[in-house]
Antibody
Framework: QVTLKESGPGILQPSQTLSLTCTFS??????????VGWIRQPSGKGLEWLAN???????YYNPSLKNRLTISKDTSNNQAFLKITNVDTADTATYYC??????????????WGQGVMVTVSS | DIQMTQSPHSLSASLGETVSIECLAS??????LAWYQQKPGKSPQLLIY???SLQDGVPSRFSGSGSGTQYSLKISNMQPEDEGVYYC?????????FGAGTKLELK
């Protein structure tokens, strides 16, 4: 059974760094072809893809967030991480992590976490 | 970036009706197109991947089709549990991009 769960600070101030953790089970990020992505959704709005990390440590980022994103993983503890530096109120959203399954078709998300709400406020 | 244009923005359907949602990519995406359903307060759920492959456990009344730049999701025999917002997503090129969503309501 595949599960993912996000955790984060809940609230933080502008200019701080947001650190998010995705703890998953039922699959391994050391399995060939497997990946985890991060997606966010401001309240009442659509989905925005942020970053992907693959089993071989290949990483891809949304250039709209310039160089503020860092994705990483801890394979032995079944976790993936996302850091966003210099946050502002526009980063207020629900953040999801999701699995990208192994296979020949890349870059879609078959299992999602429940999401974690993050508020940036002074 | 590849832009994904969904239409309509919203629609309402009667019980048992068949509805279609369209997704137009700004360039060809070689069928690397997924559809998700999101219900209020819940995370998105995968319905269709690779344009027409039905995800395990998804009812067969959901189907996907299309090629090149034009794709569609069809829901046959509308049920109350089909209410929600539907998103398309291209996985052909980075950055992965989503459509703006289509809100489906039961009439």
């Amino acid at each position: 059974q595949v599960t993912l769960k996000e955790s984060g600070p809940g609230i933080l101030q502008p200019s701080q760094t947001l650190s998010l953790t995705c703890t998953f089970s039922g699959f391994s990020l050391s399995t060939y072809g497997m990946g985890v992505g991060w997606i966010r959704q401001p309240s009442g709005k659509g989905l925005e893809w942020l970053a992907n990390i693959w089993w071989d440590d290949d990483k891809y980022y949304n250039p709209s967030l310039k160089n503020r994103l860092t994705i990483s993983k801890d394979t032995s503890n079944n976790q993936a991480f996302l850091k966003i530096t210099n946050v502002d109120t526009a980063d207020t959203a629900t953040y999801y992590c999701a699995r990208m399954p192994e296979g020949i078709v890349p870059n879609y998300f078959d299992y999602w976490g429940q999401g974690v709400m993050v508020t940036v406020s002074s | 970036d590849i832009q994904m244009t969904q239409s309509p923005h919203s629609l309402s359907a009667s019980l048992g009706e068949t509805v279609s949602i369209e997704c137009l990519a700004s360039e060809g995406i070689s069928n690397y197109l997924a559809w998700y359903q999101q219900k209020p307060g819940k995370s998105p759920q995968l319905l269709i991947y690779y344009a027409s492959s039905l995800q395990d456990g998804v009812p067969s009344r959901f189907s996907g089709s299309g090629s090149g730049t034009q794709y569609s999701l069809k829901i046959s025999n509308m049920q109350p549990e089909d209410e929600g917002v539907y998103y398309c997503q291209q996985g052909y090129k980075y950055p992965n991009t989503f459509g703006a969503g289509t809100k489906l309501e039961l009439k």
